[in-house]
């Protein structure tokens, strides 16, 4: 399982699963959003996920297992 973060480019994640497939030999990668596994593993489908970080805390409300895009927050935090 590959996780990815809500705006994580798509060039991104096609070299990510490039480097799996070919240098790993990974059979096979299944996509997930990061900020909806926390529901899942607690056998939830609607909640709001926060996540703290060293740089921001993103805050993603989620109904019934899919994202609220447009409600999403994230504010920068910590140092540089």
Known sequence: ILLEKVYTDRRIIEQ???IMFRKLKIERIE???????PLYL???FS???VSAGASSVEFMPIYEG???FSCFQSIRTGTQ
Do not use: K
Request: hydrophobic share 45%; glycine share 10%; net charge positive.
């Open 47 to 49: 909640g709001l996920v």
């Open 31 to 37: 996509l997930a959003l990061s900020c909806v596994t």
């Open 66 to 68: 899919y994202p609220l």
């Open 16 to 18: 990510m699963a490039s």
């Open 42 to 44: 607690t056998g939830r």
